[in-house]
Every structure is written in structure tokens, then in C-alpha cells.
């Protein structure tokens, strides 16, 4: 009776628990992770000559607007003239420098072919969200599995990819530099240390005087 017992008390808690929906997640780890994805936007512009034209710089710099080009963007260059890249590289290094970024060594892999006479602009923006958040595809009552509700680190998780400037920081982060100065690292230890306690000169008096109507 008592094999039996444990075994349909087995069965109701397996019952119960495939009722509440979802994978089971016993850990601390959440299952709703931020997901990058990147898309690439390309403008093609004329380049007959060493330097890009005004009337092409224009069409670059309202396009670059158009975009609201920022922090995180890439931009790249795909040129397949060998002649005269380097000065037209130039003029749009020169209108991205307005927003504050560097242009790409290497541009990515884009659809279709550069036409002769033509270059290519790219620009890669990335995107961090945590899909199918919220989530309560499990319950939070009847877990009899010690799982973690499916809506569980949504909300970290969802915060963290909208606050993140450079979305591609969660897939590699930013590497340090290895020849750093020890001095930086140090001045705000020495700076608290020679700093004089505040209780060395005792409590000062204040004079209160009270006056009555």
C-alpha cells in the first residue's frame, strides 16, 4: 500500500506540474535572455572621383540623419575601385566624426552588387530584447517541481537590454587595455588615505541663542 500510495501522490505532483505550462527551471539561471540581432542598411552614392562630391556628401550626411545615427552604429565602406578609395573614405569619415564615431576596417557581406562608379555605405545597427516577455506560460502557484516561474529575469533581463548602449557588449564586451596606468588605479586609494580625518580638530561649538515673544 505504501509503494502504491507514493506512487500516486507521484503521479498527482507530475499531474499538477506539466498543468502549470512551460519548460521546468529548478535553477537560479533565467530562462528569458537578451537576444542581439543586427541589421545591416546600405546607401550607394556616386564615387567617380578621389573625393565624394557635394552634392554626394549631402545625400550621406541626410541619410546618416535619417538614420539617427549613434552610439553602437558601425559604419564600413565597400568600394571596389582600388583607385582613390582612401580620399573618399575621408569625405565620409569626415561626416561620421560629426556623430562622434570611426568608420569600420571591414564592411559586411550585403546583398547585391556595387555598381561600377559606385560605392557602398553600410551601416550596422544592433538590438538586444528578450522575446516572449512576459511570460506566464507557468503559473505561480502549484509547483510542486521547485521551478522557477516562466516569467522569471524579464524584467532584469529586458531592462538590461534596453539600457545597454552598444549592444554587441553582450556578446563579446569590450576588451581592456593592457598597458594601464597604475597610477590611475591607485589615486583614489592615496587620495583617501592622506585625506585628514574629519574628528582630528574635536566637535565644534555652535553659539545658540533663543529669543522669546
Do not use: K
Not at 564586451?173 to 588605479?185: E, F
Not at 574629519?198 to 541663542?209: D, P, V
Request: glycine letters at 12%; proline letters at 6%; charged letters at 15%.
Amino acid at each position: 500500500m505504501r509503494i502504491i500510495a507514493t506512487s500516486a501522490l507521484l503521479a498527482v505532483a507530475s499531474t499538477l506540474a506539466a498543468c502549470a505550462g512551460g519548460p521546468s527551471n529548478p535553477g537560479l539561471t533565467s530562462l528569458n535572455q537578451p537576444v542581439v540581432s543586427r541589421t545591416d542598411y546600405v546607401f550607394d552614392v556616386a564615387a567617380n572621383g578621389d573625393t565624394l562630391s557635394y552634392s554626394e556628401q549631402a545625400r550621406v550626411a541626410d541619410w546618416f540623419e535619417a538614420l539617427e545615427l549613434g552610439y553602437g552604429d558601425r559604419i564600413s565602406i565597400d568600394d571596389p575601385s582600388p583607385y582613390g578609395t582612401a580620399g573618399r573614405r575621408d569625405s565620409v569619415a569626415e561626416i561620421a566624426g560629426r556623430y562622434g564615431l570611426l568608420l569600420a576596417s571591414q564592411a559586411p557581406v550585403t546583398a547585391g552588387q556595387v555598381a561600377p562608379g559606385h560605392m557602398r555605405i553600410v551601416v550596422s545597427r544592433t538590438q538586444a530584447e528578450v522575446p516572449n516577455c512576459p511570460n506566464w506560460d507557468r503559473g505561480s502557484t502549484f509547483n510542486y517541481s521547485g521551478s522557477a516561474t516562466s516569467n522569471y529575469g524579464c524584467s532584469t533581463n529586458s531592462n538590461v537590454a534596453a539600457m545597454v548602449a552598444n549592444p554587441e557588449d553582450l556578446i563579446r564586451g569590450q576588451s581592456g587595455d593592457s598597458s594601464g596606468d597604475p597610477r590611475t588605479t591607485s589615486r583614489a586609494i592615496g587620495t583617501y588615505r592622506e585625506a585628514t580625518p574629519t574628528g582630528t580638530e574635536g566637535l565644534q561649538n555652535e553659539a545658540t541663542s533663543g529669543g522669546g515673544n
